[in-house]
């Protein structure tokens, strides 16, 4: 069965520091898709990234960094030079693909809450 | 333009009372979900229409009723709701319907009350 295990369930920092957030998932599937989600508090999730299970190049957007290991099934978003605006909610999904003519559902983690602290 | 609109933003509802939260997106995408969210807790799928037709139903209960008019719009039909069923309630949208693992973007979502 398909799961996501964010295992950080709350992460304070204080502002300029780097924090990586931890994503680990299970799956059968030899196709599938990881993405990272960032719900601020006005509840809107806004997506950061996608990243398929053939590639493993990492991944930097900015302040944004992503660490794909197929060998450790981890996925983990690191932020470096944090700031305020960047407490949220993160969610790491699992997309099980279906091909039998259906969309994706996405499973999500239990998110892990970023503080950042001025 | 990467924008889910959601209709109404907050919502307070009684028990007898039927309502309908919308959604609408024009990105072209041919998959619409609807989530239900908990306090707390990660979004659960609830519905998904594929190229307008409903594809996924998560066992949802019969007094959620979706509706797909056209494949910019979404709805979801409320009849005789819980307490329990108070949550945040996000619809999105995706590309691409076959599987392919397109990006799923999310509205802002309705923060409904039922009394």
């Known amino acids: 069965a398909q799961k996501v295990t964010q295992a950080q369930t709350e992460i304070s920092v204080v502002e300029k520091e780097d924090v990586t957030l931890d994503c680990v998932y299970e799956t059968r599937d030899t196709t599938y898709y990881l993405f990272w989600y960032k719900q601020p508090p006005s509840g809107e999730l806004v997506f950061l990234i996608r990243?398929?299970?053939?590639?493993?190049q990492n991944e930097i957007s900015g302040r944004y960094s992503w660490n794909f290991q197929k060998s450790t099934s981890s996925f983990n978003f690191t932020i470096t030079a944090s700031q305020v605006v960047d407490s949220a909610v993160y969610f790491c999904?699992?997309?099980?693909?279906?091909?039998?003519?259906?969309?994706?559902?996405?499973?999500f983690g239990t998110g892990t809450l970023l503080a950042v602290q001025p | 333009d990467t924008e889910v609109t959601q209709t109404p933003k907050h919502l307070v509802m009684g028990m007898t009372n039927k309502k309908s939260l919308k959604c609408e997106q024009h990105?072209?995408?041919?998959?619409m979900y609807w989530y239900k969210q908990k306090a707390k807790k990660p979004p659960e799928l609830m519905f998904v229409?594929?190229?307008?037709?409903?594809?996924i139903n998560e066992s949802v209960p019969s007094r959620f009723s979706p509706e797909c008019p056209n494949s910019s719009l979404l709805n979801l039909h409320l009849h005789a709701l819980q307490p329990e069923d108070s949550a945040l309630y996000l619809c999105a949208s995706s590309q691409d319907g076959q599987g392919m693992g397109t990006e799923a973007f999310f509205g802002q979502g309705t923060r409904l009350t039922v009394v």
């Open positions: 990243r398929n299970s053939f590639d493993e």
């Open positions: 990105m072209g995408h041919r998959a």
């Open positions: 229409y594929s190229y307008e037709k409903l594809s």
């Open positions: 999904a699992l997309s099980e693909v279906n091909y039998g003519g259906a969309t994706n559902k996405l499973i």
